[in-house]
């Protein structure tokens, strides 16, 4: 029996932004393999169909930061080098994850999947002039 999980997504201040189902083999998860899971899913998504662009819990890092998003490419983003990049995100707050009312705080707390357990990936925006 697999455990599924519906996460949404949300930028501070306005409406949620999108959503993404994952499924486990098992109830109980940790941080670290939420985000790996997600992480995995998006890239191999985008992996197959080759959309004009990556909408993904992070941006590949050296084609956002010379072209800005990256537009339809031959070559596949790794989902390792992604996976990486979102824990470094995660533990200096760029998006905080919530399990239900509850922040998770470190990539080793453990997740208890049961029916109607909410998740949101919260994506901090700066401050203007802060």
Do not use: C, H
């Amino acid at each position: 029996m697999t455990a599924t999980l519906t996460i949404r997504d949300e930028l501070t201040g306005r409406e949620p932004t999108g959503s993404l189902v994952l499924e486990f083999l098992t109830e109980r998860i940790t941080v670290r393999e939420l985000i790996r899971s997600r992480v995995y899913q998006e890239v191999q998504d985008y992996n197959t169909a080759r959309p004009a662009e990556f909408r993904g819990l992070v941006q590949p890092e050296t084609e956002a930061a010379l072209n800005g998003p990256p537009v339809r490419r031959s070559r596949e983003i790794d989902w390792k080098k992604q996976f990486d990049v979102a824990l470094a995100a995660f533990e200096r707050r760029g998006f905080l994850i919530l399990v239900g009312d509850r922040q998770m705080q470190s990539l080793d707390e453990e997740i208890v999947i049961a029916p109607g357990t909410q998740v949101t990936f919260l994506r901090l925006t700066p401050l203007v002039g802060g």
